[in-house]
């Protein structure tokens, strides 16, 4: 919300020429929603202080942007940090209101443009949830700036509520004006990781405009541009084989601190190599995935020529619509597409689609459903659907522990309900088979720990009358 | 020649094909006969697909319209023509098929006109240009037909065999079917299969009031003479025979009986296969049947040809009372009711099997009445059960009285169940009969609803309530319940109620309010309600609890076996609780309060369904609290103490405009303070149940009652003395009864708002002193809120309360809002009318649902 400027650069006062605006006046400019004043604290020979003030309007901020968006019509969205922050917003007021400065303009003194001076400058404040410190630092530190922040608290009435993510940050450098000002532009709306007011090919220019000169040597590079154009992969991979040109340029990394992430990641593929090999072996032709999620099975399944009915089931209709993308379902050849089919459906509801399936896939869908629904799920699945074959995943708790970034007792996902050990999972899976006429096997998905064995267990259920 | 007039007769339900060739006629006769709406015409549909009607290259698609169209019409139970030539066999035979598959009666009407006549129309109309070799051929085609058609499947047939006969034809009567008897109300005693238990059939004769005196044999009466209780009719659900020691005295009665008009009776099994022996057919003489022929054998010719003829005459089911009753042996499927068909008649007779063997030999069946959503009750027997237990407004009363269990009556429209212990086992069964009841503790429904079937809840669902009507709920808002109700909300068998949302009261027209009691008192005013009840509005979340009295009150009347003695949980069906421990212990005290205050015995239950507040805010909404509400607290605390300093040191300089930029700030600075200490007065840390508070404001129900009869005094009364109880977890709700039109009780009430909320309260809400009231305008508003200028800070964002901010958030509309509103408090209603009244839990599950879908709606949440 507010951001300043000082300067003991003698003289001082050199400042007001660089910024082109005048020490003794509060002078204003428009922004879409509010406006932003500038006017000096102080303003001699010996230091010069420039603020810059977000004065955004609350009520037509809600009201401009509250149309349409996804969170328009919870209340969270009417109760808004981004007037009193230094976001995106402060970013779109510092190119308004020092323009000429950022792009290295200056009529009366164009001798001043390049002298390095030296600066204090304090941004009130900075939300930076994910990083905090350690990303300020991060990225303001490489650049030359010694960084001071404060954190705040999230209500002093509330200690055990914690800190809040809100700091406010004083960085001290000597360089040009012109250069502080991209830093800032540039590096504030990365550290929010919240909604930002923008977000299309047009930013990729100003990024690397502004990123000029310093960007390309910056050490956390593809972290500023992956959050600067907020983890649209496609603008992101654009900018950065633009800003490195003929250097060979790998998939934007994701961030460090998500390394699990990864192996999550890898788990999963060969989790679904797995299932889909199962899948192949038990010679199905039709085959549901229930839980299908964005569709990474079904395109697997797609590829083997022995499934000609494929049906794709899951609770969320945004879920499905992105898998329809993920496949191009509406640019599919009508041969193709003629076996394949996505379908809105809970598996704690008897539902007459799912059933005359030769196979059924399962994969990491059961700890998600709270353990007094699991009666109705196999009732679902077992007693009405009955697949001759079903390859059903989920996680194992006892590896856990190898887990690094896993607290002890936490589960691997916040909506996980459950996560079974071996013999837990085994147990449940063996009373579902009898009660239903299905004779099941288990094996491990991932690395066997001798110890606490695969990171996923599964469980390949065989209805009897087709053995 | 002369030809006297005639009248055709068909049965009211069936599919009447007309024959003839081109020009005989048909859509004249048609015309004449049928309304418009009854004929489905193939020229008719060629015109549909290819714009001509005799755009002979069109003929299959124009066919399969017609198929689908006689098929729609048929499934709707409507009397549909086919007029097209039908001449060939093929065309005939899918006709047929098309009946029996909707169970209709195929009817063949022929008009068998001569060539030259059929020619001569034809030449008359100019589009019809085809040769006369074609007429010629379709006549000979029909001519070799003629005595085929019995075979093929017509059960009526009509062969018109000239002009002046079709001419002749005054009238096409419609009979009804044998199975339609929806002119006899009733009341009715309805019995369970007696298979010759003939002791026990006249102890529950007498037990339901019927005088049975032995007379001396005269005509039909096979030596009975029964008296009825006044009004009442006897019907028997077939299986009279076999098995038992004395059939031949069953049938006696029964035959007496039906001939004498007290009593209506459908075949069983069992009877229709003693009824193939008495004609004679190869029968296996087992199951029971040989005792039955070991003792007709006893009796003479005359009366095993009576009881053969008897039999034979049973018709398969029938459709009672305005086609709110189905009777039959083994039960019947919805589209099957009202019907007649082979299929119709065997479903009757055996109900519906899969075709596998059991472990005992017996015949897997099919539980047709788990799927069964039609609107008729259905009473039948056939399959012994331990007990007779309603399911999906289906009954099964054969108690296995010849197996030593008990001979059951249901008396309709009562829905009371009277049976008689049987004397002795007469026999032991294959499968023995508590087999189910060994396994499960819970009963048919309750089991059954277990499992909610997808068709129940999602597209486009239309769902009667008593209190509005119809009310809709889009597909799209269906999809989106769909995710939260199987991704969050408990087992659905505890969701007998979810709470509508409240509207506020229109905005304010006093400048510094955005709510203001003299807006909410005046909906009610202008509604014409007189008197309301003004009740304090608790800042905590909104809770609905189920309480039992103990485990086994939740078990037997929710079905819920091994989880709790209660529930509590949010507006969207979420348990309320993510700390079990809790949980349970706030669940026990609760129970234990209403134990204390006598509240089981007041109301007579063991369970009761509650609407509540409980408090603290910060207990549901800890994670919204500190992502939003105290983030956003901090964040501006931080800055603007920043830009006050900043700003206070810029005064000095003395230049223009920062003065009025300082004071602007300053406000700021205060509104913030403002939130700040408007959230913090609805957030407290919980370690125990000592730091909860409940304010319960609706009983909303109790078995066997929804208690929207009561006025708001009797809800507020009551739940004060369970407050009473236990002071220290439960508050009672502090409110006002108001005359709305006494100006001095207004202002009273407006002072003590502006007290409340002066205080930091979050409002007051205003409710009609009846819980349901319809006013000018019909069903009333169930409540209005009316929220305090502090509180709606949190809602409106902390600065909402600057003039110009103001100025423009006054221009809000409450009416979707109160559409809304209405819509869920009418399906929040009648889920807890259909749960009181022990509907299937599909047809709960439905409301509770449809509240839930309509909470997706897409309308401004700070209202």
Request: proline share 4%; aromatic share 8%.
């Amino acid at each position: 919300m507010l951001f300043t400027i000082t300067t003991t650069h003698s003289p001082a006062t050199d400042l007001c020429y660089l910024l082109h605006k005048h020490p003794a006046k509060l002078q204003a400019v428009e922004l879409s929603q509010g406006v932003a004043h500038i006017f000096y604290p102080h303003a001699d020979d010996d230091k010069c202080t420039v603020a810059l003030l977000l004065d955004i309007d609350p009520v037509g901020l809600v009201r401009k942007s509250g149309e349409g968006g996804p969170d328009a019509f919870t209340l969270g969205h009417y109760v808004n940090d981004r007037p009193y922050v230094s976001s995106s917003f402060m970013s779109v007021a510092i190119a308004k209101a020092f323009s000429t400065a950022m792009n290295g303009k200056c009529e009366k003194r164009p001798e001043l443009v390049d002298i390095v001076m030296p600066f204090d400058i304090t941004l009130s404040v900075l939300p930076a949830a994910k990083g905090g410190e350690l990303l300020i630092r991060r990225l303001f530190e490489p650049l030359g700036y010694s960084v001071a922040v404060e954190r705040y608290a999230l209500d002093e009435h509330f200690p055990e509520w914690g800190p809040s993510k809100y700091f406010t940050v004083n960085l001290k450098a000597n360089l040009k004006l012109k250069d502080l000002l991209t830093h800032v532009y540039v590096l504030i709306p990365v550290l929010d990781n919240e909604k930002h007011y923008w977000v299309s090919q047009h930013e990729v220019e100003k990024l690397l405009t502004k990123g000029e000169g310093w960007l390309k040597d910056h050490p956390a590079r593809e972290q500023i541009i992956r959050r600067y154009l907020r983890n649209i992969g496609g603008l992101a991979k654009n900018a950065l084989v633009r800003l490195t040109e003929d250097e060979p340029v790998g998939p934007v990394a994701p961030e460090e601190d998500h390394a699990q992430d990864i192996a999550r990641e890898t788990l999963h593929d060969k989790r679904l190599k797995v299932v889909l090999d199962e899948l192949v072996a038990s010679g199905s032709n039709t085959v549901v995935d229930l839980g299908c999620g964005e569709g990474k099975l079904l395109k697997m399944l797609l590829r083997e020529r022995q499934f000609s009915v494929i049906l794709g089931v899951d609770v969320s209709h945004r879920i499905l619509e992105r898998a329809a993308e993920r496949l191009r379902l509406d640019e599919m050849p009508p041969k193709q597409k003629e076996r394949i089919t996505l379908a809105q459906g809970a598996l704690t509801y008897r539902d007459k689609r799912l059933a005359g399936f030769d196979a059924a896939a399962i994969v990491e869908v059961i700890e998600h459903l709270d353990v007094n629904r699991l009666k109705a799920f196999e009732r679902v699945v077992f007693e009405f659907a009955k697949p001759k074959t079903v390859v059903l995943t989920t996680p194992n708790r006892e590896y856990n522990e190898l887990f690094e970034t896993l607290d002890a007792g936490t589960m691997r996902h916040s909506d996980h309900r459950f996560e079974w050990d071996r013999n837990e999972f085994e147990t449940w899976a063996s009373n579902v088979a009898v009660r239903n006429k299905y004779r099941v096997t288990f094996k491990p998905v991932g690395d066997v720990h001798e110890r606490v064995g695969a990171p996923t267990q599964m469980a390949i259920f065989k209805a009897d009358q087709y053995e | 020649m002369e030809t006297v007039s005639k009248e055709l007769k068909i049965p009211a339900l069936s599919l009447v094909t007309l024959i003839g060739v081109s020009g005989s006629g048909k859509s004249t006769f048609a015309r004449k006969h049928f309304k418009e709406t009854e004929i489905v015409s193939s020229d008719r549909c060629r015109a549909i697909v290819s714009d001509d009607e005799n755009n002979q290259t069109a003929t299959d698609d124009a066919f399969e319209l017609l198929h689908y169209i006689a098929a729609k019409r048929l499934k709707n139970g409507l009397l549909t023509v086919v007029d097209a030539t039908n001449v060939q066999p093929e065309s005939r035979a899918s006709l047929v098929r098309l009946a029996r598959a909707y169970h209709c009666i195929p009817v063949a009407i022929v008009l068998d006109v001569p060539e030259r006549i059929c020619e001569a129309r034809n030449d008359l109309r100019p589009d019809r240009n085809f040769g006369g070799h074609v007429i010629y051929q379709q006549r000979s085609q029909l001519r070799r037909s003629l005595r085929h058609l019995k075979d093929e499947g017509f059960r009526h047939i009509y062969v018109l065999k000239s002009v002046e006969e079709i001419e002749a034809i005054s009238n096409i009567a419609r009979e009804r079917l044998y199975n339609d008897r929806q002119e006899v109300h009733g009341p009715f005693d309805i019995i369970g299969d007696v298979h010759g238990c003939f002791d026990e059939l006249i102890e529950l004769l007498t037990k339901l009031g019927y005088v049975v005196t032995r007379v001396a044999v005269q005509h039909r009466n096979y030596g009975f003479h029964v008296v009825a209780p006044v009004g009442r009719t006897a019907v028997f659900l077939g299986d009279l025979v076999d098995r038992g020691p004395n059939s031949p005295d069953v049938l006696r009665l029964v035959m007496s009986m039906v001939h004498a008009g007290t009593a209506f009776c459908v075949p069983g099994n069992h009877d229709l296969k003693l009824q193939k022996y008495l004609s004679g057919k190869n029968v296996q003489v087992k199951h029971g049947l040989e005792k039955t022929v070991e003792q007709l054998a006893r009796e003479d010719d005359r009366f095993r040809s009576d009881v053969r003829d008897f039999l034979y005459d049973l018709v398969s089911h029938y459709v009672f009372d305005g086609g709110r009753l189905v009777v039959a042996h083994a039960g019947l499927k919805e589209d099957m009711q009202g019907r007649g068909s082979g299929a119709v008649r065997t479903f009757c007779l055996y109900g519906e099997t899969t075709g596998e063997i059991d472990e005992f030999g017996l015949p897997v069946r099919y539980n047709w009445a788990s799927e069964y959503r039609g609107k008729a009750m259905v009473v039948y027997g056939h399959t012994p059960v331990p007990d007779a237990q309603w399911l999906n407004r289906t009954i099964d009363i054969d108690t296995g009285c010849v197996f030593g269990g008990r001979l059951t009556a249901l008396r309709y429209p009562e829905e009371e169940l009277i049976s008689v212990q049987a004397g002795q086992v007469y026999e032991t069964p294959a499968r023995p009969i508590d087999f189910e009841l060994r396994q499960q503790m819970l009963t048919h429904q309750q089991a059954d609803d277990d499992l909610l079937d997808i068709e129940d809840v999602t597209g486009k669902r239309i769902i009667a309530t008593r209190l509005r009507n119809n009310v809709t709920v889009k597909e799209e808002n269906s999809i989106a319940a769909l995710e939260v109700m199987s991704r969050f909300a408990i087992n659905p068998k505890w969701l007998i109620y979810l709470p509508p949302t409240m509207s506020p009261s229109e905005t304010c027209a006093l400048e510094d309010y955005l709510e203001h009691p003299v807006e909410a008192l005046d909906y009610f005013r202008r509604q014409g309600v007189e008197r309301v009840v003004c009740e304090e509005k608790h800042m905590g979340s909104r809770a609905v609890l189920i309480i039992g009295k103990n485990e086994e009150a939740i078990r037997s009347r929710f079905g819920i076996e091994q989880e709790s003695i209660g529930v509590c949980y949010t507006r969207t069906g979420r348990n309320f609780f993510s700390d079990a421990s809790l949980e349970q212990e706030f669940l026990q005290r609760v129970s234990t309060a209403l134990t204390t205050a006598g509240f089981w015995e007041a109301l007579d239950t063991d369970w009761v369904c509650l609407d509540a507040e409980l408090m603290p805010w910060s207990v549901k909404a800890q994670a919204l609290l500190k992502d939003q509400y105290a983030a956003v607290g901090a964040a501006a605390t931080a800055s603007l103490s920043s830009v006050v300093d900043v700003l206070t040191q810029t005064a000095v300089r003395d230049i223009e405009g920062i003065d009025r930029l300082l004071l602007k700030f300053q406000q700021k600075q205060q509104m913030i303070d403002d939130y700040k200490t408007s959230y913090r007065q609805y957030c407290w840390p919980v370690n125990a149940v000592a730091d909860l508070s409940l304010a319960p404001f609706h009983i909303l129900a109790t078995e066997g009652a929804v208690h929207t009869d009561k006025s708001h005094e009797w809800h507020m009364n009551t739940i004060q003395s369970i407050c009473d109880a236990d002071p220290g977890l439960f508050l009672a709700t502090a409110h006002k009864i108001v005359n709305v039109f006494d100006e001095e009780q207004v202002n009273d009430v407006i002072a003590w708002w502006a007290n409340l909320t002066g205080q930091g309260g979050e409002g007051m809400v205003v409710k009609p002193y009846d819980f349901l009231s319809f006013g000018k305008h019909g069903l009333v508003q169930p409540a209005v809120k009316c929220r305090g200028k502090e509180y709606l800070r949190i809602i409106y964002g902390p600065e909402y309360t600057e003039v110009e901010n103001l100025r423009r958030l006054k221009n809000r509309s409450v009416s979707s809002k109160r559409s809304l509103a209405m819509r869920e408090f009418a399906l929040g209603i009648e889920a807890l009318e259909r749960f009181v009244r022990k509907d299937p839990l599909r047809k709960v599950h439905e409301c509770v649902f449809g509240v839930l879908a309509l909470e997706s709606e897409e309308i401004d949440p700070r209202l």
